[in-house]
């Protein structure tokens, strides 16, 4: 997202080493700060509406992540590797909240590994920088909205020229398992979203439930049902956090 039965194995494989591993570990620094340590097995990396090995979907990935965070302030990193061996991503980000409904984040992508990894040069580096601002929404109305737009590096144009790709998403919770969403390109954006100055690419809903392991764990297993009304695709994503 042969792929029927690696997704079975993956997923019997992921329950089984859930019942011997410890979900977001999280360990107090002596400055107060704290390391929080998780991943995600998902059936197939779907990112904004786009698969992320071609356009029938792909393969499991497992997505690990470490972010350290210290009062208003995180930093961390993300990645994704798929089983197929077609996709390896290493992205860094910061975030600082403003406020317990506003965020600031800078990103750090980097999806293709064609070049040295330590190459910044705007014309010849792999990396993306993204900007994101982000509401979170307030009980009365918890609606979330999150603008982000790619401002440096690998994100062109036809003429060369930085391409700005923007992304906004608005997230409405049903319950407090269930949410809906939806997420609109507002520039053209020939490398990561697609051809049209302004179209809807994610739309889907997201339910999550937590099974329970043993008596004193239970992991969250979570499904995506989506579609890309640019592209005409639909995608449906399992999904395991550790």
């Known amino acids: 997202m042969k792929t029927k039965d690696l997704f079975l194995a993956t997923i019997f494989g ?14 107090q620094t002596s400055k107060g700060g704290t390391f929080t340590v998780s991943a995600d097995l998902v059936s197939s990396y779907i990112w904004r509406g786009v698969p992320q090995e071609g356009s ?6 497992i997505q690990p992540s470490i972010t350290y965070t210290h009062g208003a302030f995180s930093i961390g990193t993300w ?10 991503e290493v992205d860094l980000f910061a975030t ?24 910044y040069k705007p014309h010849a580096t792999d ?8 509401y979170a929404g307030v009980p009365a109305f918890p609606l979330s909205v999150s603008v982000n737009t790619m401002v440096y590096g690998d994100d062109k144009n036809a003429d060369g020229n930085n391409a700005y790709s923007s992304y906004v998403e608005l997230g409405y919770p049903l319950t407090p398992m269930v949410k809906v969403f939806m997420g609109t390109s507002l520039v053209n954006s020939p490398m990561v979203y697609g051809n049209a100055s302004f179209a809807v690419i994610n739309v889907g809903l997201r339910a999550t439930k937590m099974v329970k392991v043993t008596d004193t764990f239970s992991m969250p297993v979570y499904g995506i ?15 395991i956090t550790l």
């Open 79 to 88: 990645g994704s590797s798929a089983f197929s061996g077609q996709v390896k």
């Open 14 to 27: 992921g329950m089984w080493f859930a019942t011997v591993a410890v979900p977001a570990v999280q360990a």
């Open 56 to 61: 029938k979907g792909g393969t499991p990935n």
């Open 225 to 239: 049902l989506g579609c890309n009304p640019q592209s005409g695709k639909a995608f449906l994503v399992a999904g």
């Open 127 to 134: 990396h993306i920088y993204e900007a994101t601002l982000a």
């Open 96 to 119: 600082l909240a403003m406020s317990n409904e506003f965020s600031f984040t800078v990103t750090d992508y980097n999806w293709n590994f064609n070049r040295t990894y330590f190459n």
